[in-house]
């Protein structure tokens, strides 16, 4: 039998983390929010800062277009302003801003050291219900927190965790083969965590 357990920020909030909700309200309530992350962070469509990472994921498609390398020569204010307001100073305003939100994601969703020990009681619980059905545990995450990757830690000699990425220079790589890999070379229960977001 194959179980997939889905997470969701609520099985961290137990370990002082923001649900994607709160997290956009603290935001809102940093006294360095400007005027447009403020506009950004209360338009009425964005519910929480999933659909805010999504708005700046459809910026960068449209900086891809032939649309945006017309608009990058246009000036939208008068000539009399200085600097002439152009799609490049747009494009950068929110680049700063999402630089922001991501800097301030990261630096929420850390699990202090002293929520060990539930992390152990309440993972421990749900993986031990799993193991009496399966060999390996899926568990999809949407949480940006390391909870389960944190849990792992705490417990090396039983569980081996891999989320598919490998490293690549500076950056993260989607490799998927490594899941088969980490379930056939495991001498613990393996763990294939899906980190899903959006």
Known sequence: MKITILTGAGASVQFDNPTTVQFKEKLLSQQQSTELIKALLTYPKYPDIEYVLEFFKDIKKIQKMHAAEFLDGQEFLPNQVNPPFTMKIIFGQYSGIENHIMFELFKTYKIDSSFDSLIRVFFGGLFDIIQKYSNNI??????????????????????????????????FVWAPHLFDQSISNSTDTPIELLKIHG
């Open 138 to 171: 899926t568990i999809g995450t949407t949480n940006y927190d390391l909870a389960i990757e944190k849990f792992c830690e705490l417990e090396p000699t039983k569980y081996t965790c891999c989320d598919g990425f490998k490293v690549a220079g500076d950056r």
